[in-house]
């Protein structure tokens, strides 16, 4: 799997690089027969007169690429370091997430948190740290690594997950890989469910797909339209936070991964792979219709919301929730 803008971002860099050192380093590379060439025409074209300005054009056309090339090598240079191996900036542009990620979140990911990794290739260089349950992950779509997913952690290799479709529960059982029977599950619990201040809304595009927008308004008003999600708090690992579930919604069953030896609903993480699940849970495309995550896919662990914009459906650029700006939980 190869990351084509860091390789794109990469090659600038080297190649700028390669300018850079030659314009910064002369005394080494001044007797190569092109820089020589090149030094030559400009004491030449500065000797003529002032009616041989056209040389002076034509060498300066020749060279300015080679100016551009040394004056952008170290912001090149800072962006590549920062974004493969630091922190990398990401926008939500769904609410897979909601109410602990909302649409027109900016946040920023640690790259390093789990390790330091080709930023090509993706292959681990050195390993820091594994991921933990309950982490927010940003990781490279299983079926098309072309797109960038962010979930919640909630399996690690060998955990049996069991997701109760009527509840909208998990139980996860640890090192469940081998065929012996577990019976021990990790303590996870849950609040009673209560209405939430997220409206859905449904409509019907020109082609007769089914499309859906979230609205943010207080428990007070009534609905005219759309439907009120609900929402409880989950805990487990000693993380809690929210999740959000539509009222009344049926899962297809059908649509779930059906890992082979393993019944409906239930999967056991292989080796090297991860469980991932969104905390919308009914709006929200994750391991349990697609699968797991192989540990390549892992792009880093998301920490900071460090900008929000209300955005609504129709409108360029709305007002800032500056209340929303902060560490994720």
Not at 95 to 102: A, D, E, H, K, R
Not at 192 to 212: A, H, L, Y
Not at 240 to 265: E, F, T, V, W
């Amino acid at each position: 799997m190869v990351n084509m803008y860091s390789l794109i971002l990469g090659i600038t860099t080297f190649i700028t690089g390669i300018f850079w050192c030659l314009e910064y380093f002369k005394p080494v590379f001044f007797k190569t027969r092109f820089w020589y060439n090149l030094s030559q025409q400009r004491q030449h074209a500065k000797k003529k007169t002032p009616d041989n300005n056209d040389i002076i054009v034509n060498i300066s056309r020749k060279t300015g690429w080679i100016e551009i090339c040394v004056s952008i090598f170290p912001v090149l240079l800072l962006v590549f370091i920062m974004r493969s191996f630091i922190l990398e900036p990401f926008y939500i542009p769904s609410g897979s997430m909601m109410p602990t990620l909302l649409i027109g979140d900016f946040i920023l990911v640690k790259k390093f948190a789990y390790g330091i990794k080709d930023p090509i290739t993706q292959k681990t260089l050195i390993k820091t740290s594994h991921p933990k349950r309950g982490d927010i992950v940003l990781f490279k779509y299983p079926l098309d690594p072309k797109l960038d997913y962010i979930k919640r952690l909630v399996g690690l290799p060998g955990d049996r997950v069991i997701y109760n479709p009527i509840s909208k529960h998990i139980t996860v059982q640890p090192n469940c890989a081998s065929k012996k029977t577990c019976n021990t599950a990790l303590a996870i619990t849950y609040d009673e469910f209560t209405p939430s201040d997220f409206i859905q809304n449904f409509n019907i595009s020109d082609n007769g797909k089914i499309n859906s927008s979230f609205l943010q308004l207080p428990l007070d008003p009534q609905v005219t339209s759309g439907i009120r999600l609900a929402q409880c708090k989950e805990s487990f690992n000693g993380i809690s936070h929210n999740i959000l579930i539509l009222p009344g919604k049926k899962d297809q069953l059908g649509m779930y991964y059906q890992q082979k030896n393993s019944s409906l609903a239930e999967w056991v993480v292989p080796k090297g792979n991860y469980f991932m699940i969104g905390d919308n849970r009914d709006n929200s495309a994750d391991s349990r219709y697609w699968g797991f995550v192989p540990e390549r896919n892992i792009v880093g662990k998301a920490t900071t919301i460090w900008m929000s914009l209300n955005k609504k459906e129709g409108q360029w650029l709305t007002r800032i929730r500056l209340n929303r700006i902060g560490n994720i939980h």
